[in-house]
């Protein structure tokens, strides 16, 4: 979940990124498109959807305006919308995303990717361009307070020394995230019942959390992630994540208080295995943020799904981005995937 040492993540990477780093750039002349979308809550939202992540029904409206794309086969957008969530810096009450569209003809499969804690967008956008290759629409989603939605001088994140702040900024994020998917299903070239949510770190966990939201994601790719915020923030001495813990003790709260806020926002305690879904993990042997207990939890969370276990760290799972674009588009497009857990050669 650190970004301390995205210098090293970004150094791995630099071979993959040569294509992307110019940006993202606009068109010349770029028509704008507008509309609005129908979020409809599932048929159960009251028992399938956690109380916090529920959404009523709601029509939003989106703008949607052409980039240059990167590769070829690959259509380039922005697109934002209203979030469902009205926070005091007027910034992040806009969702801000990047679609990456197959230009291929027919329905194809879609997924939503969600970027690290440090906000290093050119990892998800590596993976967004990957999957639109690979005929997967991919909607990259910047999360509350990054990027164009982070409010100049103000100190609001979405992961904040203050847990408090971080239960919230996590819940947005679902919903935010939920209306996303609503957005991507409505569009022509996709086939709505075939949604899937990819995630990275901090992505990998909130993607998690938004596959127990949102029933219609089908598919699940959590990378780098781990269940039981609570022994994260309890144990972790990543100075990020030991801060918050010691914030929260000096304003006079208690572990157990920690723990029951964060179990508000744990995957682990608001999924339910689902045999209809598929979820395939990709995690590192020797990660130094996610401690192994972790993910196991919530692997058990997702009914033990298939795990990729990589020889690295979490940091140094940067070496093994060739492997992982290729296993989680295979997984995606709904080819073979691999059945088992097992270790990466």
Known sequence: MTHSRSNFLKTGLLAVLVA????????DEPTIRRGEVQFTPVANESQDVPKPFRLAAQKFAFEQKPQTSWTDGVAMSLVTFPSPVVTPEANNNTVHCEYFQPTTL??????IVLHILGGDFPLARVFANNFAQRGIAAL??????????RQPGSPARMVST??????RG??????DIRCAAAWLAAQDEV???QLGIFGISLGGITASLAAAAEPRFVKVCPTLAGGDLGLILRD????HLSAARERWLAQGHSIDELDNLMKTIDPCCCLHADKQRKVLMLNAEHDEIIPRECTDRLCKAFGNPP?????CGHYTAALHILDALQRTADFFADAKAEGKTQKAE
């Open 307 to 311: 795990v990729i276990w990589y020889d």
């Open 162 to 167: 203050d847990p408090e702040e971080t239960a």
């Open 140 to 149: 990259f989603v910047k999360m509350p307070y990054y990027g164009e939605r």
């Open 191 to 193: 086939d709505s019942k």
């Open 20 to 27: 992307t780093t110019a940006g993202v750039a606009f068109a």
């Open 170 to 175: 996590m819940t947005q994020a679902v919903k």
């Open 106 to 111: 027919g329905k194809h499969p879609a997924v």
């Open 236 to 239: 972790s001495q990543e100075h």
